[in-house]
């Protein structure tokens, strides 16, 4: 077979390995947190746009609500991402090349931790990748128009919204026409302005939907980012955020690629590759750096300006080892380790079963274990409580990470009603996830709308007997500024049809039309957290009557902690004082 046989048997025998994989590990919290967008489809969320909530709609409505379905696509974008670089490659640099380009990435950790979590990682990656492979075949029929220009908008507006970050692929195409004279006049030419137009629609449903939510999505990024902070420099912050890197794609392999960046600069002044490569590198890479002068981040920002990093790496290594027996020795070192990492990072366990007691606070793989056990701990101790309350109770996690990986693996989720998470969040005036634009036990509703809820959810023949009154008495109410005894009148008999159908309603009779009701009000609740506190939050303390630990629970796993959960019960809620 020839060479390229051999390097697609090797991609297809990954991606049926990993597809095998998927089901295995249970879902981190990130992934159990991006399910509930997708149970809940919206054009934009808090902190990202919809493409990873579609994403993972496609794939459970394909496979079902499972570690499979909710995965599926990852392998598959995966591969995408590998057959796009081997592509893009060949055509710089010829096959080898591209073929050496695929083994390399497959063998980079962070790179095989996003082909089987589904994250929004994955995506933005195969799409910032694909963008980056059409402009380049945009660039080859230059100055003629093609079609690959506005795909190339196309494809960075899909990654947009999946990750912002995305966008920045547009001012590395500008910067790279600006610096290079042969291509400097596209700026003028119409496929540049069709690329732009491509993009745009991309733009207007997170631009739409922060209209409307006070641009809450800019001040969160701000917050991420330190922009908010004045400046002053966290030299410990920035060698952290380096060092995350050596560790995340390996020690040898994150060292060669510093290596080729050195290479490429002289290099980039009179050759088109390497400054095309160093152009979809430097502003995202520099963008990243400068941030961590102020406050550290994560390794995963800067993934997409890896994919062009690591095809110029590939290449000045590759022309560099054919000369070098010590450089061969070292790229050849490089894959391999980066090999055994990757291997490590996702299953950690090997260590373990060669008797090293490695602790799982030195464990990535740690978010991947123990929440099914979690879940049905947190059942049990509900069940025990309730019996002895003798009525249900609602529960609150102490983090959405928390909330939304032990309620996917509740088998009882008893959500309190449509659009409810089976697990709230403690209140908050702050917004600081999508959990804060749910339904939530600290909001008032109006009593009119949850009346035609009711009457919404209960609109068939059996029930229309026992719903009349209510119906009649809702449409009978004035508006709701009208005053004097009739309106009044109207107002007492809509509550008491109200009562009548929802008896548990936190009301009586003679329940004031101004304002919201708290349907929670005198319900008891259990926090829970994985967090070394032996109190409850403040959040949790002034909401309820009295809050009190009843459980402690330590997980251990292969004969190590893996982590302690500490069960409050909280009774008789009346909000948090303000």
Known sequence: MTPRRYFYLFLGTLTLLRLFFIAQPELTPDESYYYLWSERMDVCYYSKGPGVAAALWLGTHLFGVNEFGIRFLSPLLSLGTTLLMFSLARRLYGESVGIWTGIMINVVPIFNVGSLLMTIDPLSIFFWTAALYTFWLALEKSPQFSRWWPLTGALIGMGFVCKYTNAMELLSILLLLLFTRKYRRELQRRGFYLMLAAFIPFTLPPVIWNAQHDWITLAHLSARGGLQKAFHLDFPGFLEFIAQHFGVYSPLIFGGMLVALWWAFPLAHNHFKPRFLLAFTLPLWGLYLWLSLKQSGEANWTAPAMISLAVLSVALWHE????????????????????????????????????????????????????????????NARVGFESKLGQPVFLIGSSYGVAADLAFYLNDKRKEGEGHPAIYIPESQAIENQFSFWPRYDELIDLREHARTLLKKNDGPEQAQRFAPLQSALAALPVPTATGDEADQHWHNFVRALIAVAPDLPIDEYASKEGGVSLFAGRSALYITDRAEEHAPSSIKSGFEKVEMISCIDQVRRGLPLRQWRIFACSNYRGAQL
């Open 320 to 379: 560099a080892a054919r000369l070098s027996l010590w450089k061969r020795r070292f790229a050849i070192a490089a894959l391999v380790v980066g090999a055994g990492m990757s291997l490590l990072t996702l299953d950690l366990d090997l260590i373990r079963r060669a008797g090293i007691p490695l602790s799982y606070n030195l464990d990535p793989s740690k978010r991947l274990r123990g929440w099914r056990t979690s879940a049905e701990s947190l059942e």
